[in-house]
């Protein structure tokens, strides 16, 4: 079996965490080989497919490219950037898979970075802070997602423990307040747009938990939407056709016979019954038996 065959079976057997680690390193190194040979070439068309893919925090520029909302959050551009990224997901995502089931980190995944980019996009258009540099701003990355999940599991299980190095034991709700002080510290920074996507992700971690202990799913309808697009994909069953062949006589009289003495084992079994505890004790279907038999 090939590297292409193995990675392949890995995606399509592996769970939702698997399978959005695939598609991040997918779009890194397809955003790598295409920035390379356009170096090489020396293609100065203007075009950026980072730009392309990543999310605008200027309404004028994002109304051209709504899919960016979606996109930006498996797009990254540098190395140590996607390496933290899958890393935290990776361990955060087993964690959450121990208590849910693959759909809902995937619903937490793609509606938390969504949450993300509308905090990030709103609040560049909201505060003055951001006026400047509202026209060449853009968010990407799966930071906004990753967190909206190490949010919503250090809230469901909070005293669940994980062992850090030089730290020891630490339960997730620490982890979890010290990274949310953190990227309210940050915002003042050069990233401040990723940290306030980080936020939004991390806010809505925190609702999708609270509502779910409330027995209310907030991403009921994202299920939905999801299972329609999957099933679009899911191959077709195939009609077996089989073919029986005719019995012939002798085959005939068996099957009948085998009929018959089932039959016949049935109200011998109900007759017995009646002897032993009368007609009322039989069942509605014993009693249709008889009457059937008894024509």
Known sequence: ??????????FKSGSALIKLIYINLAVFLAVKLIGTFITLLQLNTGFSFVTWLAVP??????????????????LHQDFLHILFNMLWLYWFGQIFLSYFDSKKLLSVY?????????????????????DQILPMSYALGASASVIAIVIAISVYAPNHRISLLFFGPVPLKYIAIVSIVLDVL???????????????????????????RKGKNITKGFDRFMDK???????????????KRPMNDMEKDIE??????????????????????????LTKKEKEILFKNSK
């Open 186 to 212: 940050s915002i003042a920074s050069s990233n401040a747009g990723g940290h306030i996507a980080h936020l939004g992700g991390a806010l809505f971690g925190y609702l999708y938990i609270s509502q779910l």
């Open 256 to 281: 009948y016979n085998k009929a018959q003495t089932a039959r016949q084992e049935d109200i011998d079994k109900i007759l017995d019954k009646i002897a032993k505890s009368g007609y009322d004790s």
């Open 1 to 10: 079996m090939s590297i292409a065959d193995e990675i392949k079976k890995s």
């Open 110 to 130: 793609i509606v938390g970075g969504l949450a993300g980019a509308a905090i990030y996009i709103l609040s560049f258009n909201i505060f003055p802070l951001f």
């Open 57 to 74: 925090a200027d309404l004028n520029n994002l109304i051209y490219k709504p899919w960016t909302i979606f996109t930006y959050m498996f």
């Open 229 to 243: 697009i999957f099933s679009l994909f899911k191959p077709k069953e195939k009609f077996k056709v089989t073919y």
